[in-house]
């Protein structure tokens, strides 16, 4: 099917939006040209105990210092709460659905205010001080989110580890930010399956000593283990404590949270974002990206485990007084009609989810879809991976009726929130492109020797400066934050992508070009699945690579070399993937397993990437120079054995 290239800014969307496109063109040359007069008038959406009078402070060489509005002082709980409880306290803060189609719960802002103080009592309670480190494992149930707004409240860093991965991966994080306290719940619930999260939590605490409490929410009400003297129900300790809580007055640049990321090398780093500047960041593009206007109901289809869930289910939208939806389940449960039924049920306005959930629902084709009236929508978005023009023609046309604009967001955990998109009012689409910087942004793209490439062109995508919701640092690890992202390309921040500029300016992100594989819209390391696959008794090496898969947008495809006398079985694959599922998560479980009795290596014993991926994609017609390698018959052999 043919598809215009360009689909022009609606009339009707324009007409109301809050940014045309003058608007824009005049927001991003004053947000350039005095970058402290901008963001010192934009600080003002968010309610300061202490106004800043400092705005920008940063450097990108040296020891690389971010500092945003450092004088100011603030909380970031207040911003979700207290302050809309005179004029919309009655109104709807958070639409909860469950997993089960028949359950849901309506939490309004004057509601959430109380229970968020209950928990940050609770946390005090326990012991919590300002700056500790506090986890949180839980599924997507409204103590979730109250979860991270207790934490913010009392002035705690909170650390939010995804319940869909496993005790090793937890209490790796655990170790890493010295966390003392954990908040999880009994169980999940997910596709009609239940997640045991509770019991994970426990396996995890093995090897976590500095964990002193758990508080533990009570979701499905199964029979769980408590360990006395460090195991808490959180329904007995809410019980206790009055629903009011003094909030701690944070400074600008106290941290906020930390985020687990996976990079090329290593194990996760752990991405700090600070308070005033992701405040001012999170309200500042969930309102434009989305054209948000007052009394809308917005939909992100994250889990708060991610980094989308905590800018634009939690912060942003409960920072401009939005009602956002929380949904417990999948895409496809009970039936295929699901996402859509939930629109229609709550009225959704703004719905926002990534194209590996667009392509699993456009396989299903279109009667699932058009059994719903999803006359509620207005704006749709997208992010996570590049989207595909196919998807993203039958998002704006079977979804949105050809009514909606589709806005793509291109952003990273280590950006707080969106750099690259196109505003709904104000900006025509190129489908499949990310679209333009929002105000304040500067990207730029770098040749290989970090030379700045003008007009159209494609090489490495980098930021030229700041911007308020940057991460600050890596938690623990300052000079792994200057080398990850400001040593490759000096005086630069990179953000690891590829990027294509066109003649308009438009960026297309084609992908990844460090060792990181964006599984559905995930990022993961291929060192962290290499390290959980040699850790198995039987394998002697491997080596990770992505290839192309048409609904994950990447799989995981790993080559294994097993110890000699050991055989290549289905079973052994199938314990294999078992294996990594159990060590990282369900979401490292490798796709394909390819036994390789060696591995493409130079003669000084570096694993030729390039190789492995173009195997894995299939295209062993373009293998390119091999003639480098100590022995080139290893290739030989992979091509001939290719995992069909
Ligand atoms: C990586 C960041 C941003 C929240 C979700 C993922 C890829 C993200 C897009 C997009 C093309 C995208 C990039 C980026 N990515 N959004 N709209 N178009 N690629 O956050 O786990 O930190 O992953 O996701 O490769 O570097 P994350």
Redesign the pocket.
């Known amino acids: 099917m043919s598809h215009p290239e360009r689909v022009k800014v609606m009339p009707e969307i324009a007409a109301h939006a809050l940014v045309n496109r003058a608007q824009y063109d005049d927001m991003a040359a004053r947000a350039a040209a005095d970058p402290d007069a901008f963001w010192a008038a934009e600080k003002d959406r968010i309610d300061w105990i202490t106004s800043p009078t400092k705005i920008k402070n940063t450097s990108f060489t040296g020891d690389v210092s971010i500092k945003w509005f450092e004088d100011g002082v603030l909380n970031a709980s207040v911003n979700c709460l207290d302050r809309h409880l005179a004029t919309r306290g009655d109104q709807v803060a958070i639409i909860w659905e469950g997993d089960d189609p028949n359950e849901s719960r309506h939490v309004t802002y004057r509601e959430l205010h109380a229970d968020v103080c209950r928990m940050a009592n609770v946390l005090v309670a326990l012991g919590a001080k300002k700056g500790d480190r506090i986890t949180i494992y839980m599924p997507m149930i409204v103590e979730a989110a109250v979860a991270l707004l207790a934490c913010a409240r009392i002035g705690a860093i909170h650390s939010v580890v995804f319940g869909g991965f496993s005790p090793d991966s937890l209490a790796n994080r655990i170790q890493d930010c010295n966390s003392n306290i954990l908040i999880t719940a009994d169980e999940g619930r997910r596709g009609g399956r239940k997640v045991p999260l509770k019991t994970n939590v426990d396996a995890a605490l093995k090897s976590c000593p500095m964990l002193k409490s758990v508080l533990v929410v009570k979701a499905t009400g199964t029979s769980i283990a408590m360990t006395a003297g460090r195991d808490v129900w959180y329904h007995e300790a809410a019980a206790a404590v009055p629903a009011e809580c003094p909030p701690e007055p944070m400074k600008a640049e106290d941290p906020l949270f930390i985020l687990y ?2 990079g090329s090398t290593g194990k996760p780093k752990g ?1 700090l974002h600070t308070t005033g500047g992701y405040m001012v960041w999170a309200s500042f593009t969930h309102q434009y990206v989305f054209d948000y206007h007052e009394g809308e109901i917005f939909w992100c289809t ?1 889990d708060v485990g ?3 869930g905590h ?1 634009y289910i939690v912060y942003g939208p409960l920072a401009n007084g939005a009602t956002t939806l929380m949904f417990e389940g999948v895409p496809n449960y009970p039936d295929t009609s699901r996402v859509w039924q939930v629109v229609d049920k709550h009225n959704v306005n703004i719905f926002y989810t ?2 590996t959930a667009i392509r699993a629902l456009m396989r299903d084709g279109d009667a699932p879809v058009k059994r719903t009236s999803r006359a509620s929508l207005r704006i749709l978005g ?6 595909n023009p196919e998807a993203w023609y039958w998002y704006s046309h079977v979804v949105g009726d050809d009514r909606c604009p589709v806005v ?8 707080g929130g ?1 750099l ?2 196109g505003l709904p009012g104000a900006i025509d689409q190129k489908p499949g492109s ?1 679209g333009l910087p929002l105000p304040g942004v500067k990207p730029l793209i770098v040749d290989a020797e970090g030379r700045e490439l003008h007009g159209a062109t494609e090489g490495n995508l980098c930021l030229a400066d700041s911007w308020p919701g940057q991460m600050r640092t890596v938690y623990g690890d300052h000079d792994r934050f200057i080398q990850t992202y400001f040593s490759t390309f000096p005086g630069y921040y990179f ?3 590829g990027a294509r500029r066109d003649a308009d300016g438009y960026y297309w ?1 084609t ?2 070009v460090d060792d ?1 594989i ?1 599984v559905s ?3 993961m390391g291929t060192a962290e699945v290499e390290s959980a696959l040699v850790a198995h008794p039987k394998v002697a090496e491997a080596a990770v690579v992505g290839f192309p898969h048409e609904v994950k947008g990447q799989g995981i495809y790993a080559y294994v070399t097993l110890i000699s006398g050991e055989d290549p079985t289905d079973d052994l694959r199938r314990e294999l993937i078992i294996w990594v599922r159990k060590e990282i998560g369900p979401i490292a479980a490798p796709d394909e397993i390819h036994w390789a009795p060696g591995l493409p290596k130079t003669r000084s014993g570096k694993i030729m990437r390039r190789i492995l991926r173009k195997i894995a994609a299939n295209e062993t017609e373009s293998l390119g120079d091999i003639s480098t390698l100590a022995d080139p018959s290893v290739v030989e052999d992979l091509v001939a054995n290719r995992a069909a």
């Open positions: 990321t996976s991405v994250a991610w980094v989308t800018t990534a194209p997208s992010v996570g991976e590049p989207i793509d967001t291109w952003w990273q955990t280590e950006t969106t690259i998109t990310a953000s690891g992508d992100i992908g990844r990181v964006n819209g995930h990022r």
